[in-house]
């Protein structure tokens, strides 16, 4: 299979623990991108990366959230000290410059 | 701040009935998607609209740009139980790097 790859799947984590994502894109996609999406909602745009570099990131990114794409491959996704409102699907999506997006299955988040 | 809207936000209809979703959205955008999501699950891609007046067609379902009305229609042709899912339009920015989704539309196709 060679689409966009998420682990883990679901997560189920106590409030004020710290939880990490990763994501694996389609391997000649210069972008990747991270969205959130809760339930009966649309998915929100958090940032994207060019190869390595982290090249936006959207207000909803607080600062216990940090992405990293270290060599413009795979991605993570740590939240720290998580809260109830965290709980959400973590979408990875991946392109070429300009071109469509192609997501993963995402990566659900419970926080008790 | 690029706002998308979707209306209806929940529909259910009637097998071999036809309707159609609306996507208006507030600044001028080119690029616009459809997507399905079926629940629990991630987005699948059903058509990229890139220019004024694109059209194009998969099947019962058919996507219509209209970019100087800033309005994007999925119709639904003669529906089907498997087409029960939600639906999302995306409007890429002019830089070509963020897509903004409409709130989704939640289609029940009974038979």
Known sequence: DTGVSQNPRHKITKRGQNVTFRCDPISEHNRLYWYRQTLGQGPEFLTYFQNEAQLEKSRLLSDRFSAERPKGSFSTLEIQRTEQGDSAMYLCASSLIAGELFFGEGSRLTVL | ?111
């Open chain 2, 1 to 111: 701040e690029l706002k998308v809207e979707q209306n209806p936000l929940f529909l259910s209809m009637q097998e071999g009935k036809n309707y159609t979703i609306y996507c208006n959205y507030s600044t001028t955008s080119d690029r616009l998607y459809w997507y399905r999501q079926d629940p629990g699950k991630s987005l699948e891609s059903l058509f990229v609209l890139l220019s004024n007046g694109a059209v194009k067609q998969e099947g019962r379902l058919m996507a219509s740009l209209d970019t100087k009305a800033r309005l994007s229609t999925l119709h639904i042709t003669a529906a089907v139980h498997d087409l029960s899912a939600t639906y999302f339009c995306a409007v890429g920015n002019n830089a070509g790097n963020m897509l903004t989704f409409g709130g989704g539309t939640r289609l029940m196709v009974k038979p």
